[in-house]
């Protein structure tokens, strides 16, 4: 069974004789339909109209805010990147000024420049322990060539009395007598000194 309603009452509804309903009489018509259906298409297509119309300004209106969002994240990412970038720069410049202070406070130790530029650098990045080996190691190498020169100078300044058959660690009373005669003809002098010194 179908009910027909028109502005939200029924007048009239009268049943058809197949027992269908059947409009018989609303506001007083005779079951004529007197809808203007081209009104009512052309009013929906004018609220279709408006709501799309609407929908496409709400649509752009998210397009742009959208489009702002990112330029404004954008921008903040430019000025995070720039905050790195300096933060970087300053590092490199702090640890430069580090090792310039290690090199000026390390130089009178160790004179070998590409051994004061690793153990400066080695101190500035925080590897103590890898720098004092180093430096370590450094001094004790040039400890020894020290050593070396002093003794060499030494000798220079003061050369060891060698024998007559060229042996040095031989003493005067450990030479044999031919040696002895043979230093004697060589060098009177040093004989003469080592033979004092027997």
Known sequence: MKLIWHNDYLDKVMFAPDGGVSIADINGTSGEDT???????????????KLKSSFDKTSSEISALK????ERMSDEEKRN????????????IERENA???YKASLSGQ????KVLQDVAELYANGE??????KQNAYLEQAHKELEKR?????????????????DPQKSFGEMTLDERISLKQ???QLYEKLKNTK
């Open 128 to 133: 103590i322990s890898k720098a004092i080996e």
């Open 110 to 113: 160790i004179t070998d420049p």
């Open 35 to 49: 809808t203007d259906y081209k009104a009512l298409y052309e009013q929906s297509q004018a609220d279709y109209a």
């Open 81 to 92: 990147q720039e905050l790195a970038d300096r933060e970087e720069h300053y590092k490199a």
């Open 150 to 166: 002093i003794k060499a100078d030494l000798l220079k300044e003061n050369p060891q009395p060698t024998p007559a058959n060229g």
């Open 186 to 188: 060589k060098d009177p």
């Open 99 to 101: 090792v310039y202070k």
């Open 67 to 70: 489009k702002e969002r990112q």
